[in-house]
């Protein structure tokens, strides 16, 4: 996207005044220095998969790990009391692809007069970007994501194995790519372990991201889902949330759902936290 950066506006501010040299000479240092202090974290790119349910086919730049935590809350019937906290850790191990550790610290579930408290299952996998998104090109940005869920819960009845296959695509809008359409579908099989056998089961979701500055983007999002995904009961949700970056390596992130469904829940809400941190130099990256 298009934005003038802080060195930018530095240098063209440079460029037209008219102080004496010595002034331009200081004007010069301090402009370097902010360049060399900001040039590692720059291409950090943390590409969160936070607030909304659909993630767009991009992902953080090479070498750089992601780590998420994350509260899901869904307080009223039905289908009951559902609370999670969650953290997943993300790591671009090359330009076009991304490992995932995805872990359940806590999950709390309210249903039928039953109350179960514990650690929940863990998600590994990663994502593929098959085809990378040029703004100002008609066709899309797109990904393939995968998610193994291992059965490694402290409580049975959170206990499950699963997997998931997601198809990502997305595209940028307007001069400066204000606008970023979001569409994933995915097939998802669970709770394998059950005598009855496996659960199948889809996920349909469709967001709107709109940046009204560089570091902050609003969201609107339909989604529906027939299983239990993304710590998010099943059934038909429309969302409104937000996600604002503070620098280079950190986020804050959040918004409400509100069940459209006979059987989803009637209001949820949820908060996140994004940290990004360099972890190998990418030598392929352009200094």
């Not at 902010?34 to 909304?52: E, G, K, V, W």
């Not at 937000?242 to 829940?265: A, E, K, M, T």
Request: glycine share 10%.
């Amino acid at each position: 996207m298009e934005f003038t950066s802080i060195d930018q506006r530095s240098s063209q501010k440079f460029q037209h005044s008219t102080s004496p040299p010595l002034n331009r000479i200081s004007w010069l240092f301090g402009a370097l220095s902010l360049l060399t202090i900001s040039l590692p974290a720059q291409d950090l790119n943390i590409n969160p998969t936070r607030p909304t349910i659909a993630n767009s086919a991009a992902i953080q730049s090479k070498g750089v790990a992601q780590v998420e935590v994350g509260y899901d809350a869904y307080p009223q019937n039905p289908p009951g009391n559902q609370q999670t906290f969650d953290t997943l850790f993300t790591y671009s191990l090359l330009p076009r692809l991304r490992l995932d550790f995805d872990w359940s610290a806590f999950n709390h579930q309210q249903q039928d007069g039953i109350i179960t408290n514990g650690v929940g299952t863990i998600q590994i996998g990663g994502k593929v970007e098959a085809k990378k998104e040029q703004y100002h090109r008609i066709s899309p940005g797109i990904a393939l994501q995968y998610e193994a869920e291992l059965p490694t819960a402290s409580a049975s009845p959170l206990q499950g194995y699963g997997q998931q296959a997601i198809l990502l695509v997305n595209h940028h809008y307007g001069k400066n790519g204000d606008v970023d359409v979001i569409a994933n579908g995915s097939i998802v099989q669970s709770d394998c372990q059950t005598s009855t056998g496996c659960r199948y089961g889809g996920q349909q979701s469709f967001a709107l991201s709109y940046h009204i500055q560089k570091d902050t983007r609003l969201y609107a999002e339909v989604f529906g889902q027939n299983t239990s995904q993304s710590n998010t009961p099943p059934g038909t949700y429309v969302f409104s949330g937000f996600y604002h970056q503070f620098g280079d390596s950190f986020g804050i992130d959040g918004g409400l759902r509100f069940g459209v469904s006979d059987h989803s829940s009637t209001i949820g809400t949820t908060i996140g936290l994004i940290f990004g941190k360099r972890l190998q130099k990418d030598a392929s990256a352009k200094q």
